[in-house]
């Protein structure tokens, strides 16, 4: 039979896939990297509720209709298959971009047909599955694409972004515009970063390798919808009476799972790119309703194994705390803290609705406008890792605000108002005295009251010293570590928040007018 | 060709370095310029090229020494006015010191620095009045300022502030233009060569390049401090504010004035945060006192605006040892003063 080689049509389905993905991505990318505060932020909720992994824990949170997104992509999937893998979800998109990066710049890329070797994905993904339900939350951050995803963009894009909007802000400045300021930022890099790295690297190595591999062997969730597009009601389908098996299609499959020679597409691994529809030139291809066609059945004879040894933790790397003030204390406090774990936003309720839910996306530390969230390391291990912590030291979570709980999609950090956010005990402040300038030092400080809220750090004149000490309210304190931020003593605090690890309630701080009621209108100059 | 166009180039840099160089040893004049002298000619020249003609007058020595060279004996150190609404009050007290071109000259930088450290509403008055700031701006506009500058090192995050303050807004309408105070490349090392604990410290740009700086604090308690009110507000103009807290709080607010002073202080007294400052808790901290101090002199603002609160001014150690340092007077039957009732 003689073939006519056609120049490759692009397929309308591919078209649709390409526009809904760079939507999809684009939306993402701008919600995790924008530095602005802007309004995206308020819609956060919306753009990521179709986000599987997320969606899925938000919803045994909290479960609601708003909240059932991870149902519309099951259905989505059962009706056409891996829908999700290729125009949802954000780290599928990025490496399909990565993919067209190299057909664009590199050589000219030919797939080959892969037996089936799922052993790594089921492997890898049964044994998530199994560690989480055994309680061991700190899979999460290892099972979500779209975190993956998320820490990428907040650990290595986002630093950038800001790096030359400052550039030019200041050179702005200097040049004496004043219409762009320098954006604060205040995240050191941390093992968070190393392993956001790690990803990217595997993922440039795996797409250059084998186009779409690391959805077919290291995400969980594509295993899941993996197994359930096999019995989706659209699937790609290989005509066995117009197909030819010269292997057009198998060229540009980046999941790797058209076998050309036998006529067979493996619906479980493919990611639906619709790549395959416009390189067919005889029509041997279609995307329709089950059965359509005839197909040859024949089993697999052999397996070549997927080996891949792939280090899942990076090395033990200490947190470099931020801080690049140097601040010269008269005397260097001597009683370190006692800290169990780092304290949690408020909203997280305890550490184990907080660790049990986030997938570590860093979406609230991106979003948050004081930069107290920060990514953890070993702060919650082994319980948790790189989940974001309050770190005091960085920054102190302001009052009025309660971003981070709006933005968060997996219902990790708990929507709040305004109000009962200000009543949430998230830690109580402890207050070392022999640290504490007012005692080493005789002088005043107060930098911790100052800073306090709702005063339940408060200075009081001790007539003994004449000089005015902090004293802690407990029942008023909210734990937001502006006392610990403030607080000027170092190597060790003064004064710092121990975390709860089951969040209390605060009381609203009761304020009696001042007693001097005086009336101006016969009042003479006091001077 | 080439060579030519090298050479403009090169020229042409040179010019520009020489002239940043000019524009810090004229207006900042803390240190000695390391270069050779330049020719009384040539930096006359240049001066009046880069325009700066007119700012040689350094923020940093109180204006009451030039201005008094003058004449305007008649003008009082100390304006207070009680009753109004915050805009009419600041109006008649610059009618009583002058006006405000007696402070700001045509094409002049100013720099107005209110309180904005906190992120609250402005019916707190944990900040300077927004409507006061926003008459000060047009004030200084209607002088004929070349620009009028806002910004505070804030405590809070900034932007929250800024907005949320409505400061930001009050400045926009104003005329005038918010500058950032967040980031350390803004702040350059000075010396306090009278301090006794503060010996240098980091300072933003924006003082040292002003031609006139107006401080606007608001009267506030204050934990450690007793009372904030225009010396303390310079904690807002320095990078590193912990190191103060760390060394004798009110000896490096006294030290800090003995090098920075403000040609006008504008003390906000118009809501007063009675207790719980200077962040306050609510508004039940607040008396509504309805008073302005303005004053050219520090010391003496800190001390009528303590009389105001109901504090002894001597039982606050920053404001004496201050008038000690001769950052200002802290007697004020030695100066003129004028009060007013509206």
Same mark, same amino acid.
């Given at each position: 039979?003689?073939?006519?080689?056609?120049?490759?049509?692009?397929?309308?389905?591919?078209?649709?896939?390409?526009?809904?993905?760079?939507?999809?991505?684009?939306?993402?990318?701008?919600?995790?990297?924008?530095?602005?505060?802007?309004?995206?932020?308020?819609?956060?909720?919306?753009?990521?509720?179709?986000? /599987?992994?997320?969606?899925?824990?938000?919803?045994?949170?909290?479960?609601?209709?708003?909240?059932?997104?991870?149902?519309?992509?099951?259905?989505?999937?059962?009706?056409?298959?891996?829908?999700?893998?290729?125009?949802?979800?954000? #780290?599928?998109?990025?490496?399909? #971009?990565?993919?067209?990066?190299?057909?664009?710049?590199?050589?000219?890329?030919?797939?080959?047909?892969?037996?089936?070797?799922?052993?790594?994905?089921?492997?890898?993904?049964?044994?998530?599955?199994?560690?989480?339900?055994?309680?061991?939350?700190?899979?999460?951050?290892?099972?979500?694409?779209?975190?993956?995803?998320?820490?990428?963009?907040?650990?290595?894009?986002?630093?950038?972004?800001?790096?030359?909007?400052?550039?030019?802000?200041?050179?702005?400045?200097?040049?004496?515009?004043?219409?762009?300021?320098?954006?604060?930022?205040?995240?050191?890099?941390?093992?968070?970063?190393?392993?956001?790295?790690?990803?990217?690297?595997?993922?440039?190595? #795996?797409?250059?390798?084998?186009?779409?591999?690391?959805?077919?062997?290291?995400?969980?969730?594509?295993?899941?919808?993996?197994?359930?597009?096999? /019995?989706?009601?659209?699937?790609?389908?290989?005509?066995?009476?117009?197909?030819?098996?010269?292997?057009?299609?198998?060229?540009?499959?980046?999941?790797?799972?058209?076998?050309?020679?036998?006529?067979?597409?493996?619906?479980?691994?493919?990611?639906?790119?619709?790549?395959?529809?416009?390189?067919?030139?005889?029509?041997?291809?279609?995307?329709?309703?089950?059965?359509? /066609?005839?197909?040859?059945?024949?089993?697999?004879?052999?397996?070549?194994?997927?080996?891949?040894?792939?280090?899942?933790?990076?090395?033990?790397?200490?947190?470099?705390?931020?801080?690049?003030?140097?601040?010269?204390?008269?005397?260097?406090?001597?009683?370190?803290?006692?800290?169990?774990?780092?304290?949690?936003?408020?909203?997280?309720?305890?550490?184990?609705?907080?660790?049990?839910?986030?997938?570590?996306?860093?979406?609230?530390?991106?979003?948050?406008?004081?930069?107290?969230?920060?990514?953890?390391?070993?702060? /919650?291990?082994?319980?948790?890792?790189?989940?974001?912590?309050?770190?005091?030291?960085?920054?102190?979570?302001?009052?009025?605000?309660?971003?981070?709980?709006?933005?968060?999609?997996?219902?990790?950090?708990?929507?709040?108002?305004?109000?009962?956010?200000?009543?949430?005990?998230?830690?109580?402040?402890?207050?070392?005295?022999?640290?504490?300038?007012?005692?080493?030092?005789?002088?005043?400080?107060?930098?911790?009251?100052?800073?306090?809220?709702?005063?339940?750090?408060?200075?009081?004149?001790?007539?003994?010293?004449?000089?005015?000490? &902090?004293?802690?309210?407990?029942?008023?304190?909210?734990?937001?570590?502006?006392?610990?931020?403030?607080?000027?003593?170092?190597?060790?605090?003064?004064?710092?928040?121990?975390?709860?690890?089951?969040?209390?309630?605060?009381?609203?701080?009761?304020?009696?007018?001042?007693?001097?009621?005086?009336?101006?209108?016969?009042?003479?100059? &006091?001077? | 060709?080439?060579?030519?166009?090298?050479?403009?180039?090169?020229?042409?840099?040179?010019?520009?370095?020489?002239?940043?160089?000019?524009?810090?040893?004229?207006?900042?004049?803390?240190?000695?310029?390391?270069?050779?002298?330049?020719?009384?000619?040539?930096?006359?020249?240049?001066?009046?090229?880069?325009?700066?003609?007119?700012?040689?007058?350094?923020?940093?020595?109180?204006?009451?020494?030039?201005?008094?060279?003058?004449?305007?004996?008649?003008?009082?150190?100390?304006?207070?006015?009680?009753?109004?609404?915050?805009?009419?009050?600041?109006?008649?007290?610059?009618?009583?010191?002058?006006?405000?071109?007696?402070?700001?000259?045509?094409?002049?930088?100013?720099?107005?620095?209110?309180?904005?450290?906190?992120?609250?509403?402005?019916?707190?008055?944990?900040?300077?009045?927004?409507?006061?700031?926003?008459?000060?701006?047009?004030?200084?506009?209607?002088?004929?300022?070349?620009?009028?500058?806002?910004?505070?090192?804030?405590?809070?995050?900034? %932007?929250?502030?800024?907005?949320?303050?409505?400061?930001?807004?009050?400045?926009?309408?104003?005329?005038?233009?918010?500058?950032?105070?967040?980031?350390?490349?803004?702040?350059?090392?000075?010396?306090?060569?009278?301090?006794?604990?503060?010996?240098?410290?980091?300072?933003?740009?924006?003082?040292?390049?002003?031609?006139?700086?107006?401080?606007?604090?608001?009267?506030?308690?204050?934990?450690?401090?007793?009372?904030?009110?225009?010396?303390?507000?310079?904690?807002?103009?320095?990078?590193?504010?912990?190191?103060?807290?760390? %060394?004798?709080?009110?000896?490096?607010?006294?030290?800090?004035?003995?090098?920075?002073?403000?040609?006008?202080?504008?003390?906000?007294?118009?809501?007063?945060?009675?207790? %719980?400052?200077?962040?306050?808790?609510?508004?039940?901290?607040?008396?509504?006192?309805?008073?302005?101090?303005?004053?050219?002199?520090?010391?003496?603002?800190?001390?009528?605006?303590?009389?105001?609160?109901?504090?002894?001014?001597?039982?606050?150690?920053?404001?004496?040892?201050?008038?000690?340092?001769?950052?200002?007077?802290?007697?004020?039957?030695?100066?003129?003063?004028?009060?007013?009732?509206?």
């Amino acid at each position: 039979m003689s073939q006519t080689r056609v120049k490759a049509k692009t397929h309308s389905l591919k078209h649709t896939r390409r526009i809904i993905s760079a939507f999809s991505l684009t939306l993402i990318f701008l919600l995790f990297a924008d530095y602005s505060e802007s309004l995206l932020i308020d819609y956060s909720r919306q753009v990521l509720s179709l986000q /599987f992994l997320p969606s899925l824990i938000n919803f045994f949170t909290r479960p609601a209709l708003m909240a059932a997104g991870w149902l519309a992509v099951l259905i989505l999937t059962l009706l056409f298959g891996r829908i999700y893998c290729s125009a949802l979800c954000p #780290l599928g998109i990025f490496q399909d #971009l990565l993919l067209r990066f190299r057909r664009r710049w590199g050589k000219k890329i030919r797939y080959r047909y892969d037996k089936p070797s799922l052993w790594l994905l089921y492997g890898f993904s049964g044994l998530m599955l199994l560690l989480f339900i055994a309680g061991i939350r700190a899979v999460l951050p290892f099972s979500d694409p779209y975190a993956h995803f998320g820490r990428m963009v907040v650990q290595l894009i986002r630093p950038l972004l800001i790096y030359g909007h400052n550039c030019i802000a200041e050179a702005a400045i200097t040049a004496g515009f004043y219409q762009l300021f320098p954006v604060e930022y205040k995240m050191a890099a941390s093992a968070s970063t190393i392993f956001a790295l790690f990803i990217f690297l595997l993922l440039l190595i #795996l797409t250059w390798w084998k186009g779409r591999i690391f959805c077919n062997s290291l995400c969980p969730v594509g295993a899941f919808l993996g197994l359930l597009s096999q /019995f989706s009601i659209f699937r790609l389908q290989i005509d066995g009476l117009s197909c030819s098996s010269c292997g057009l299609c198998e060229r540009v499959c980046r999941a790797n799972c058209i076998d050309s020679e036998r006529q067979k597409i493996d619906m479980e691994r493919c990611v639906n790119c619709y790549d395959c529809l416009g390189a067919c030139n005889l029509g041997g291809i279609a995307y329709a309703p089950r059965y359509s /066609f005839s197909q040859k059945q024949e089993t697999d004879q052999s397996r070549r194994h997927f080996l891949a040894a792939l280090p899942l933790l990076p090395d033990a790397v200490r947190q470099i705390v931020v801080g690049s003030d140097t601040i010269l204390v008269s005397a260097p406090s001597t009683i370190p803290e006692k800290r169990i774990h780092p304290v949690l936003p408020p909203g997280a309720v305890s550490l184990e609705h907080y660790l049990g839910r986030c997938t570590v996306c860093q979406l609230c530390i991106s979003a948050c406008p004081t930069h107290v969230l920060q990514p953890s390391f070993l702060g /919650f291990f082994p319980r948790g890792i790189f989940v974001p912590e309050m770190d005091n030291v960085v920054s102190y979570c302001n009052y009025d605000c309660v971003r981070c709980s709006e933005v968060c999609p997996t219902g990790a950090i708990i929507p709040q108002g305004l109000e009962e956010k200000k009543l949430i005990q998230t830690g109580l402040a402890i207050f070392i005295e022999e640290n504490c300038i007012v005692f080493t030092q005789k002088t005043e400080c107060g930098a911790c009251a100052e800073h306090c809220p709702t005063q339940a750090v408060k200075m009081v004149l001790d007539p003994e010293k004449r000089l005015r000490v &902090p004293v802690i309210t407990k029942e008023i304190c909210v734990g937001c570590g502006a006392c610990e931020h403030a607080c000027p003593t170092r190597p060790y605090r003064a004064i710092y928040v121990k975390a709860h690890s089951v969040h209390k309630k605060a009381e609203k701080p009761q304020i009696k007018a001042p007693e001097i009621p005086k009336i101006i209108e016969n009042e003479e100059f &006091p001077f | 060709m080439t060579k030519d166009f090298t050479f403009i180039v090169n020229e042409a840099f040179q010019y520009l370095t020489k002239q940043v160089k000019i524009s810090y040893f004229a207006k900042g004049s803390f240190k000695e310029p390391e270069k050779k002298r330049m020719e009384r000619r040539e930096f006359l020249k240049k001066t009046i090229i880069g325009g700066l003609g007119i700012g040689l007058a350094s923020p940093l020595f109180n204006l009451n020494q030039l201005v008094a060279a003058d004449t305007i004996a008649d003008f009082p150190d100390l304006t207070a006015v009680v009753g109004g609404e915050p805009a009419p009050m600041f109006d008649a007290a610059m009618a009583a010191m002058g006006g405000m071109k007696r402070f700001v000259k045509k094409g002049q930088r100013v720099l107005v620095k209110p309180n904005i450290g906190w992120d609250i509403e402005p019916e707190r008055a944990a900040n300077s009045n927004p409507e006061l700031v926003r008459r000060i701006v047009e004030h200084c506009i209607e002088a004929g300022a070349r620009e009028v500058m806002v910004f505070d090192h804030t405590c809070d995050k900034w %932007n929250r502030c800024y907005v949320n303050s409505g400061i930001e807004q009050a400045v926009k309408d104003g005329g005038g233009k918010m500058a950032p105070g967040h980031s350390e490349s803004s702040y350059q090392e000075i010396e306090i060569p009278k301090g006794l604990r503060l010996k240098k410290a980091k300072i933003h740009s924006l003082v040292l390049e002003s031609d006139v700086f107006i401080n606007v604090p608001v009267l506030k308690s204050h934990g450690s401090a007793q009372l904030t009110i225009a010396m303390k507000n310079h904690m807002g103009i320095v990078w590193d504010r912990w190191y103060w807290h760390a %060394n004798d709080l009110h000896q490096c607010i006294a030290d800090f004035a003995t090098v920075v002073k403000p040609h006008l202080n504008i003390v906000d007294a118009y809501q007063v945060m009675m207790q %719980n400052g200077p962040r306050g808790v609510s508004k039940a901290d607040l008396k509504l006192a309805k008073y302005l101090v303005v004053s050219t002199d520090q010391v003496a603002a800190d001390v009528a605006s303590a009389r105001i609160f109901g504090t002894d001014p001597a039982q606050i150690p920053y404001i004496q040892r201050a008038a000690a340092l001769g950052a200002g007077e802290a007697v004020l039957d030695n100066l003129s003063i004028k009060r007013i009732r509206l």
